[in-house]
């Protein structure tokens, strides 16, 4: 009997969201089928590769992405490398230096980080937050207001934020918005439906739906994922068709398979293969569990995911 | 599973407002219940136009091109014993929100619209009564299978025949609810897809009983693998019932703002 492919036909679509002004944008989401099912309907908008930079500079990076960035003195420099890397498509950087448990930096000092590298690049941008709430709340409708006009996606609203983080972006100033949740799908569309309470439209939303590094209780990132897309698909859910994106080098440069050093591991191995790996191996996972795009930091790892991305799709 | 699928009955010729308003052409009060549905969560809108004898066909177009062009192509559920008019909706309808529905064929008299929906690759409501109400089961299910097997000669998807096993209303008819019940059982295990006027149940009850008699029934209707009603969206009560029910069928996912949407 000959085989007839049935292609699994969804009466619905993940919404499109472009982020970045001029001739210089990404677009994000599009789709109707589950991640890289080409052989369903082909893909509207392939996943992309963002690279993650910090307003604290080199600091604490590996062997390989200090190679990489050498004679970058400034975060302008810093941020054109980050752009010019071999399968970036946008950048993000991180504001990590303003927690309140970690540098302390002041707004001020962050949002002139943030003027110096948006000015240096002219590719979409990303900004993260610090992790602490409250900073955030306070920090990030400031970086939506100076970027006016330059569409960039503003990570990190929270639950607990959201009514800060979500009017300046979205409304206000008119970025887009990446609501946060960890690893959480009720809260995942709880923060979808409160922000669009607020008036956010949904075309205006990127999810950031939490990872964790490949080995650290990974499989729930898999069953959330998941679970996310098919209802956004199979059940037309519209709270749930937003894209996603995966911040995934915060998550894996941290944990010790990538952070050990080859003297106190020597039977591991040199520490920037490891942390390559890591941050591959996750970065993979996620975009076949529905990352729409991925952030990561090491020039190896943002050519390999792009590569991989370009075969599939 | 989908969610359970809500049929907003409330532009209904019945209504002086509604019948008005569709004699002369006057938008306003039908795109005014139309959006409370809609707001209420309603997914289809049911437009009856009543017998509709002399200009069916012209009524039932504009009020398809009414809605849809207002509510972003909203899917409609076609009401009339005019089948020139349902056509004639059909011609001018927008399927990107879903296929137009039937409303409705039944195995008797009726039964030739099964045809109109199967030539119009539309969705039809199958009332599984020939002459008055079914005395069991036996002669529900016989009806069901004659209106499928025509259905699928005419090469309709089986799940494009919603089955509606006629609602009985409690003040007369309270021993034949869980007959009711178990029809829907029925139709469910069959994989076929179901529907009907559920509040027919509480007629002639206070108004501040129907609403507790419907959501207790819509719950208890879910349960056994009902797909749809035609009901008032407007329902509060009625409407956070299905909400509920579509959390606990795993129908959609739960959120703590789930009412609200």
Redesign the interface.
Known sequence: MPFNQKPQKF?AKINTVTIGSGDKTVTLGGGSTFPFYTFDAPAENAPKVGVEISDMGLEGASEGIKAYYEGASTMADIAKKAAAMEGADFVALLLEGGDPNGADKPVDELIAIVKEVADAIDCPLVVEGCKNVEKDAELLPKVAEVLQGRNVLIMSEKEENYKAIGAAAGLAYDQIVGAESAVD???A??LN??TT?LGVKPQKIVMNVGSACVGYGYEYVVSTMD??KG?AL????N??QMPIITPVASETWGVKEASASEADMPEWGPQDERGIDMEIMTAAADLVSGSDAVILRHPQSVATISKMIKALV | MAKFVTIGERIHCISPVIRDAMATRNPEPILKRAKEQLEAGATYLDVNIGPAENDGEDLMKWAVKLLQENFDNVPLALDTANKKAIEAGITVYNREKGKPIVNSADAGGRIENIDLAAANDAIVIALCSAEGIPSDNDERMMYCQNMLERGMMLGMEPTDLWFDPLFLVVKGMQDKQMEVLEAIKMFSDMGLNSTGGLSNNSNGMPKHIRPIMDASLVAMCMMQGLTSAIVNPCDVRLMETIKSCDVFKNNTLYADSYLEI
């Not at chain 1, 199979?234 to 859910?237: E, G, P, R, T, V």
């Open positions: 009466n799908i009720n809260l569309k709880q439906v409160i309470q679970r996310i209802a199979s059940q037309n859910d709270m749930l």
